[in-house]
């Protein structure tokens, strides 16, 4: 894979102790009285799936082990783990089991398997969703990791890393009014507010469009074969929300923004103080394949 925009070395001067800084999902100001800024990784693998949609585990691992590794500005994959948790970690990934569109087994247990590697027993790892506030783990957590899929949604324009910890609230409606404009308010929350270390937003096959709630249709589903890795989980959402939005330019032949607008992403930046939503003040570094990238 080839990297765009920032040599290693660049990264490492830019970036070094503060892109570990972020870990509970705050964005970076490199000096005092500077906005805010962030900085996320966009990976992506022309062979991650085949021409039937099947997923290749060894490169999807891959993948994940690149981005952590330009996100941290760690020698190998192994030391970028072990700069975002400790031995001592009690760690809870949040993953969304929807039937449609799911978190990939496969990323599931691939960071499973590197939480341990970096030396958190595995006794102090879960794996859940809807179950969080009922699951031992995810009650004693010290450290979040925080992936889904990135899909349209009827309620909130789309579901990223922001709308995943709705199932942290005990009362997931109140978040629904005003286009779900107060997901923000989630990662101010007891359960969440400074643990998350990692957020990874799927890009494999994300949605684009949806007609109701709940609702899925292959034809609004392309192969994107992506992920986009980051500490900030506003970035991460805003990254991902541009590329839905280009892509819907391009499938309905006009500007077709999202429908409720997913003003969620912004809200957590301007009214909760969660990241930076803003694209101008977000370093994407690319990764891997190039083609249809569409931002």
Known sequence: MTRDMITRRDFLKQTGAAALGATAGLPLAARAGERATAKVVLVRHEGVLDSSGILNRKILEQMLDEAMVALTGADNAAGAWRGIVKPSDVVGIKTNMWKNLRTPTELEEAMRTRLVDAGVKEENIAIDDRGVLSNPIFANATALINTRPMRAHAWSGVGGCLKNYIMFSPSPPDYHPDSC??????????????????????????????????????????????????????????????????????????????????????AAEEKHGVGVADLSRIEIVRLGWKGGALI
């Not at 819907?248 to 006009?254: C, E, G, I, N, V």
């Open 181 to 266: 404009a107060g997901l923000g308010a989630l990662w101010n929350l007891p359960a969440v507010k400074g643990k998350t270390r990692l957020n990874v937003l799927v890009m494999l096959t994300p949605q684009f469009h949806c007609l109701a709630p709940h609702h899925f249709d292959r034809e609004f589903v392309w192969p994107y074969h992506g992920m986009i890795v980051g500490t900030d989980p506003v970035a991460v959402d805003a990254v991902g929300l541009s590329i839905i939005e280009a892509k819907r330019r391009s499938y309905f032949k006009d500007d077709s923004p999202m429908r409720p607008p997913a003003k969620h992403i912004r």
